[in-house]
């Protein structure tokens, strides 16, 4: 592994199982990202459900042959449901004969849900900030080799970055915190470095929002607690770090070496050069320049993998500092 000085530095993944380490900072590892799917429900008339462990149409479920008495009697059932229908049909009618513009199976207004495929509005009309593809610095980066512990991160995290008029309509009763907080059960510590120190950051409702200035570079920081390596995997508006690509677990990150520190400046746009990040518009957002989607914008996501074999959580510093604090005799009474 590489040693790092002031930060981590980043590079592309080519081959499955390797990750990357960075100079400047802490020790990296492959690819990043973090991007979540979700199950809906089939579209079309007929409806899937599961008995005993197989798939069955439901629109089938529940026809019995009984018989011709059972015959008789649906038979009689059909009649007696359809003359409502028809009373209904004449009813519903206009003195013109026309039916009515609302069908009284429409949903009302308060029911309708907004798909979650919906359109998004012109990026150009979207409030508050983004993040766009700003000048390359050098950043070179060596591959290592690492397997993960599992296939599912140890722990994720994510922080929401707006302008302040942004961050105060997403938020309620705010409170300012520190630049850094724990993630993964404590394995790692992270933040975002603007200027010359940590920006500005509140928390609010369980969330954790850091307030961005356009034109402004920005860094993510992540220091390792472990006494073993973490691969961290790391998005910004949903996309990965390493490629610029939707972010997925599946991709690899930067390595990082127990107690190091890794600093990510921005896209890794070669072997030895990153793109960085800078807060912009949404409209010149790479998101938007890029791939022209913006659901994602203004946050930044972070997912943490342990390595095969080794244990993360011993002698962590809590376990450390009890070690250290213990005393040899006991309290006098």
Known sequence: MGNGRNGGRNGPLRLAGLGFTGRNGGRNGGRNGGRNGERGGEPGGEQRGERNGEWRDESMVGWEWKGPMSLLAGRLRFVLLALPALWWSSCATGPEGAMPSVSPEAPLAS???????????????????????????????????????????????????????????????????????????????????????????????????????????????????????????????????????????????????PGDTLEVKGWRSGWDTVARFEFSSVGASYANRRHGDTRNVGVIGLAVFGEKGADPWKWMPDEVERRESATPFATAP
Not at 112 to 128: D, H, S, T
Not at 164 to 176: D, F, L, N, V
């Open 111 to 257: 029911d309708a849900v907004m798909p979650l495929n919906a359109p998004m509005p012109p990026a150009e009309e979207r409030p508050g900030l983004a993040t766009k593809y700003g000048d390359e610095l050098r950043d070179p980066m060596v591959r290592r080799s690492f397997v993960r512990a599992s296939k599912q991160p140890v722990g994720t995290d994510r922080i929401y970055y707006n302008d302040r008029s942004g961050i105060e309509a997403m938020t309620s009763h705010p409170y300012k915190t520190g630049g850094t907080r724990q993630a993964a059960g404590g394995m790692v510590e992270w933040g975002i470095k603007s200027g010359f120190g940590y920006a500005t950051c509140y928390e609010s409702g369980g969330k954790r929002f850091v307030v961005g200035s356009p034109g402004k570079a920005y860094s993510i920081v992540v220091k390792n607690r472990c006494r073993s390596r973490v691969e961290v995997v790391l998005s910004v508006d949903g996309l990965d770090v390493m490629d610029g690509k939707p972010a997925s677990f599946a991709k690899r990150g930067y390595l990082i070496a």
